[in-house]
């Protein structure tokens, strides 16, 4: 992937029908010698690694109801929570659950 060949280097030059003496041949090859090692100690080399540890997209919720106070009965008294709810099917919230655990064992 981050291979830069001197043939096809040349193949290019040819194609623009550029003129080439020894001296901008020289000066081309040295451009061409100095973008690989610039890519090489850039960490050319670990972009695959870089992209292993990305994050899957999260799970929809489109079943999701969002709720400013939420109430519900226990012991036959009212209980009121106030704040900002968000409440979920309970399929939507068991895929919610694996991803979360997914994401924290892969340490992301």
């Known amino acids: ?3 830069l060949s001197l043939r096809s280097f040349k193949t290019c030059s040819r194609l ?10 020289t000066a081309k090859l040295l451009t061409v010698m100095l973008c690989v090692l ?3 100690l850039s960490g050319c080399g670990t972009w695959a ?11 929809l919720t489109p079943g999701a109801i969002v709720t ?11 209980v009121v929570a ?7 099917p309970a399929d939507e919230a068991g895929n ?3 991803w979360i655990q997914n994401v924290e064992g892969a340490g992301l």
């Open 82 to 88: 106030s704040g900002t709810w968000v409440h979920l």
């Open 1 to 3: 992937m981050c291979r």
């Open 49 to 59: 690694e870089r992209t292993q540890g990305t994050l899957t997209a999260a799970p």
């Open 38 to 40: 610039i890519l090489l």
């Open 16 to 25: 623009s029908g550029s003129c080439c003496n020894s001296g901008s041949r």
């Open 96 to 98: 919610l659950l694996l």
């Open 68 to 78: 400013d106070d939420w109430s519900y009965e226990r012991g036959g008294k009212t």
